[in-house]
């Protein structure tokens, strides 16, 4: 359609064409057939002493080049692999963050540690060597669960953090919250385990490298959600090299939800071994190591405490969690648990007082870090779970009390006692469009029926929201040329839709045909700035500042365009792509000028990067009391995430975010035992993931309250369903199970718990 486009429209996603006909430009099939294959030696123990590695049999396996081990990276002074985010507790001392090598010094800490870097001309000959490596462990007492890391006398994990104690962090008026309890008419509470997390996108992370002598440069491109973030930790704080010397590139990327986000040891060491080596390198993570080598989350521990008065208000809430971090202090990790639950814990709610503690710790596991929703899937959970047993204990439908509860649009910008600001939302809008559009008042025959069928029928609620957030180091350049706009910007389309969107921003700002648009993302050579991709941001940071670079470039080619025309600037205005002067026939259009004169027009963020897109879903399952089996019946979503720049884009990022949080719910679980460290859900044999025949079709409604943190009313929507769906699932589970004395269940929800508590129930 070479017309242009407003906001609002839905079109298809432009790169489908790309990836559909197999030409998409993943990292690991762009690598050169002649790089070296790196292999990772991992620690087959969750906590042990490295007493000593003996590499000269594996050396004189043909096609060995190298094997690097710990004692390299410190003859290099390769430094520690470094969070960029902190938390510190009332004291006001910053979260404990003890070496994190690439390879590990001395002592591994978790199964997957690696301890050697094996470099030969094919990843067999590799394999090869790694059989005769010889390494000497002295295997120690592992910690796995938060309680066990907790526990008095516990192994230590790292000799020099005591009690495995990261940070011990809290938020919130204690003293407020205290008085709203001791004048509660009722409490509410409940214990929840919100169970580890492992995401297995489609494309496994990938790097590949080449060296240029002669500009002594490595470049590397990997599979990642933002190049410049470790950009500049690798050179500025691991590899101590100036910037010009390390060129990092992303091109297409196969689903990213959080944790290709972090700097990693493997890329890290493929930029490093690539200089001493001289020589171009390939790796690709395996299915089976990805559970071993890539962040994990969720591995949370949590009660809480909901305060009402007589009239069914919510007057205070508290929650005291133990956190675990894993082995090492992931990049984003610090805040993860933390503020991401203390974002959103008040949900759609007037609750005027809340106090939040944490501990935080570390144990012999994979390390934690963000994965889509960041925090808040487990938070929601926990708060719509209260809310929903504190209805029924002070005899009230879920529905009434939320109503009792609810914000009003009236109240926004709302200042949550958690410590964050609701920028805007309609939340009984949002409510009484869900129940409509679900029908609930229909909810009652069709309980029935499933009744007479031999089922359980359970309707669940969920409000809950989002608080953005990423890294807005934006700083945008549209270049006009000939026949074409090209836009470079700072975020990483991981499967978004980033050129669609962008060149829909764009195409509205400019009144140009977006098929003359094109996006440029993944390098640090042509795009410096830029904080990659992450917390539902993209939209608000690049649409803004694209936004902003667009009416540049209008006042850049007005003045060009007078000079063209042979006027004053102040005599040219500018519509649908047109330079024109006033009140004549005489003009000259964008492309028209840019053949002349290329120009271009730049911006950097200028907005304010947080918004609270909101949701309410319902979800409607039926539940076999005979084998636990859940089937999801019905499920509506509807959602507030500020402008909607293109509707069936929106839609998509619905429905995989409502998947991605039913699997959370329902059957994703990270399971180690508890006394050797070992990870027992390290494949997918062992580690469900949900399927078409899983899930529903979805209903999905929105409606819109502009944002006013930011010039054209974003909020964001990649995280929204995923906080949500979980406590969805998990309500009408148990509304079904409750009449058969069901309280609660953790998650996942799985058939055999379901039918174990209705053995107990």
């Not at 986000?261 to 890290?268: L, Q």
């Not at 329902?666 to 990870?679: C, I, N, P, R, T």
Request: aromatic share 6%.
């Amino acid at each position: 359609m070479n017309v242009p486009l407003q906001l609002g429209h839905s079109i298809a996603r432009r790169e489908d064409q790309r990836f559909l006909t197999g030409r998409g430009r993943y990292a690991d099939n762009t690598a050169p057939a002649d790089a070296l294959a790196v292999l990772f030696v991992r620690s087959p123990h969750a906590h042990a002493r490295i007493l000593g590695i003996d590499t000269a049999t594996a050396l004189a396996v043909p096609g060995v080049q190298a094997i690097y081990t710990a004692q390299d990276l410190v003859a290099d002074k390769v430094g520690h692999l470094p969070a960029i985010s902190e938390i510190k507790d009332e004291a006001g001392n910053r979260h404990r963050e003890p070496a994190h090598l690439p390879m590990p010094v001395g002592k591994v800490r978790h199964v997957g540690d690696i301890v050697a870097m094996i470099v030969a001309g094919t990843v067999d000959q590799a394999r090869d060597a790694a059989e005769l490596l010889q390494i000497d462990y002295e295997e120690l007492p592992a910690v796995v669960t938060a309680a066990q890391a907790l526990a008095p006398d516990a192994p230590l994990v790292h000799d020099d953090v005591p009690g495995n104690l990261m940070c011990r962090w809290g938020k919130g008026d204690g003293a407020a919250t205290e008085a709203a309890f001791a004048r509660a008419a009722h409490v509410t509470t409940l214990s929840i385990r919100s169970p580890r997390q492992i995401v297995h996108y489609m494309e496994t992370r990938a790097a590949w490298s080449r060296y240029d002598a002669g500009d002594d440069l490595v470049t590397v491109t990997f599979s990642s959600q933002g190049v410049q973030i470790p950009h500049r930790l690798m050179c500025e704080r691991v590899l101590h090299v100036p910037k010009e010397k390390l060129r990092l590139i992303t091109e297409d990327v196969g689903g990213g939800f959080g944790p290709k986000y972090p700097i990693y040891a493997e890329s890290t060491l493929i930029a490093w071994a690539t200089r001493k080596l001289g020589r171009g390198l390939r790796w690709t993570c395996e299915r089976s190591e990805l559970a071993l080598a890539d962040s994990h989350a969720r591995d949370l521990v949590a009660t809480a405490d909901l305060a009402l008065d007589a009239e069914g208000r919510f007057i205070g809430l508290r929650v005291k969690a133990e956190a675990n971090y894993g082995a090492y202090v992931s990049m984003f990790a610090p805040t993860i648990p933390t503020t991401g639950l203390a974002k959103v814990i008040s949900g759609l709610y007037r609750i005027p007082a809340i106090r939040i503690d944490f501990d935080c710790v570390f144990s012999n596991t994979v390390p934690v870090d963000a994965i889509r929703g960041a925090g808040k899937p487990e938070a929601l959970f926990l708060l719509e779970r209260l809310v929903d047993l504190a209805a029924h204990e002070t005899g009230r439908t879920p529905v009434e009390l939320r109503w009792i509860n609810l914000l009003r649009a009236d109240e926004m910008p709302y200042a949550a006692a958690s410590g964050y600001t609701y920028d805007a939302a309609d939340c009984t809008r949002l409510f009484e469009t869900a129940l409509s559009a679900a029908d609930e008042a229909g909810f009652d025959a069709r309980r029935a029926a499933s009744q007479a069928a031999g089922k359980r029928r359970g309707l669940g609620l969920s409000c809950h929201l989002h608080g953005t957030g990423g890294i807005a180091d934006e700083h945008v350049v549209v270049n006009a040329e000939a026949g074409r706009l090209v836009a470079r910007v700072g975020t990483q389309s991981q499967g978004q839709g980033h050129e669609t969107v962008f060149a829909q921003i764009l195409a509205a700002a400019l009144g140009v045909p977006v098929e003359r648009i094109e996006i440029k993302q993944g390098d640090t050579r042509s795009i410096p700035h830029g904080g990659g991709t992450g917390g539902s941001s993209s939209t608000i940071i690049s649409g803004t500042t694209l936004k902003r670079a667009a009416d540049v470039l209008i006042e850049r080619g007005r003045d060009l365009a007078a000079e063209r025309l042979e006027t004053s600037p102040a005599d040219i205005a500018y519509r649908d792509g047109t330079f024109e002067v006033v009140g004549t026939d005489r003009r000259v259009g964008l492309f028209e000028l840019a053949a002349w004169k290329p120009f271009d027009g730049d911006a950097v963020f200028a907005d304010r990067i947080d918004s609270f897109p909101t949701g309410v879903m319902v979800c409607e399952v039926e539940v076999d009391p005979e084998t636990g089996e859940t089937r999801i019946d019905r499920f509506l979503a509807v959602a507030d995430c500020g402008q909607v720049v293109n509707p069936r884009l929106l839609a998509g990022q619905m429905h995989g975010g409502i998947v991605h949080g039913l699997g959370n719910a329902m059957m994703e679980e990270a399971l180690y035992d508890e006394e050797s460290g070992q990870l027992l859900t390290g494949t997918l044999m062992d580690y469900a993931l949900p399927r078409a025949d899983d899930v529903p079709s979805f209903g999905i409604e929105t409606i819109v309250t502009l944002s006013p943190n930011n010039m054209l009313g974003f909020k964001g929507v990649g995280e929204l369903p995923t906080n949500g769906a979980p406590a969805a699932l998990a309500n009408a589970v148990l509304d079904a199970l409750r009449p058969l004395g069901v309280r609660h269940i953790d998650m996942p929800l799985t058939a055999a718990k379901v039918w174990a508590a209705l053995q107990k129930g």
